[in-house]
């Protein structure tokens, strides 16, 4: 008799799954950020947000919840009920949490379900516009003839501001002097002080004062030019190194475990919105590339680079948190 129920609570279960898949979505979604208002992730948040709730025909709420550099706010969405009601956007720096946290209430990959892409942001490797540097192989030459001399700033330690310098100097046999302060402005404040003598920082916080004379960018830290700046090369055409590819990104997801239905759906949706060209015009405006792609291919993107933080943090010697 118990199995006969088992049976039929089964068979109710699997036809209640995509009867609610289909008619996903019935009431208002929540997208949480774990950053506070204003800033990027928040920003693309509401971009996206507001061109889903045209398109599913439900309020997308935007709710931040800052707090333990992003982790409070995923843990809240890896913990709510898989049905597509509440996401997440997040950015690169997630795929940072499980290298530099030594325990978590989330796995970092497996704890989400990977909508979808929104966004993708370059760093670039700058020094004041009076800088000795020239060409990122100088500063490079300058740290190997002078281990610990030359100094470079971050927006904290674990940042990928920070850790992207740790991977090139893996790279390169390079010893570099690390400076923490809290955030990517203050950074390039610092910068502009000539307080340090280089910093990865994204194009929202270099490019107008590269265009203003008073910063040079030497590398793009990604795998490709970057259009606003074409002349700058980078780090592998500076170098010659292979595989360093340093971006942030930021991206749609939801607890583990959605229906496929709902996860498909709303992948869909994401590429419209990203496609819509006022959005795309203000996801550039970021200083980004708009890019939306699969889920399979973010599930890939994140447990990759997860891999490489973590290598990078042991070969390092990085404290974690």
Known sequence: MRARSGLLALGLLLFIV????QDYPGRSIKIVVGFPAGGGVDTSARVIGAELSKSLGQSVIIENKPGAAGTLGAAEVARSA????TLMVTPGGHAIFGAMWKSLPFDTV?????????????????????SEFK???????KAKAAPGTVAYGSAGPGSTHHLGIELLAGKTGAKFNHIPY??????????LASEVQFALATPTQTLSNVQAGKLRALAVAGNSRYAGLPDVPTVEES???KDYDVRTWFAIAGPAGMPLPVLDRLNAEV???VAVPEVRTRLVGMGGEPAAGSPKEMHDRVARELATWT??????????Q
């Open 18 to 21: 995509p009867a609610a898949a």
């Open 82 to 85: 898989p049905d597509g009601y």
């Open 110 to 130: 497996k704890s989400f379900d990977w909508i979808s892409n929104i966004i993708t942001v370059p760093f670039f490797i700058a020094v004041p516009a009076g």
């Open 135 to 141: 060409t990122l192989a100088d500063v490079i030459a």
């Open 182 to 191: 809290r955030g990517d402005a203050p950074v390039i404040t610092a910068l």
């Open 239 to 241: 170098l010659g190194i």
């Open 271 to 273: 590429r419209k919105a």
């Open 311 to 320: 290598k990078t943090v042991d070969d390092a010697g990085v404290p974690k």
